[in-house]
């Protein structure tokens, strides 16, 4: 195995996931590539964000930044050689996990699985998606949390 996607949010399970990730990679030699899609809901107003980012920014500028930055702090918890790159994407999740997976020639798809309750019984969680359209291996990882 050569590289290992590791599809993470900003949740407080993603250091289990990712810890899940460096294990694997370890036993396999494989790198990862840390992967963080970011979406915004058409009926966000700007002004919600307001307070945090200036007059002249991008609302998709900030979060990609946000969320880059959150991948570094993770990326810090991992033994330098590991990680061969960190992904944002601006993207539906399961949508963007998928392809850019499939555009970093990915071996193994690696998702966190999270809780399956009200509106994820009648949409789907992320994993559910990702498992069902993927073109390639997933491994779902259970969290404790």
């Known amino acids: 195995m050569k590289r290992i996607f590791v599809a993470l949010d900003g949740s407080p399970r993603a250091p ?4 899940a990730a460096v294990r694997l990679g370890e ?10 899609a970011i979406s915004v809901t058409p009926d966000l107003p700007r002004e919600a964000f307001a307070p945090f980012i200036g007059a002249d920014t991008r609302l998709e500028d900030f979060l990609i930044h946000s969320a880059r930055h959150e991948l570094s702090r993770l990326a810090e918890t991992v033994a330098p050689g590991r990680i061969e790159q960190l992904v944002v994407g601006f993207a539906i999740p399961w949508d963007g996990i998928c392809r850019e997976a499939r555009e970093r020639d990915a ?3 690696m998702i966190g699985s999270h809780g399956y309750g009200g509106i994820d019984r009648l949409l789907g969680t992320v994993a ?3 498992v069902n359209h993927a073109d390639r291996n997933v ?3 259970r969290t404790a949390l």
């Open 16 to 19: 289990q996931v990712l810890a």
């Open 107 to 109: 071996d193994l798809i």
């Open 128 to 130: 559910a998606k990702v």
């Open 139 to 141: 491994l779902v990882v």
């Open 27 to 36: 036993l396999t030699g494989a790198q990862l590539v840390l992967y963080r």
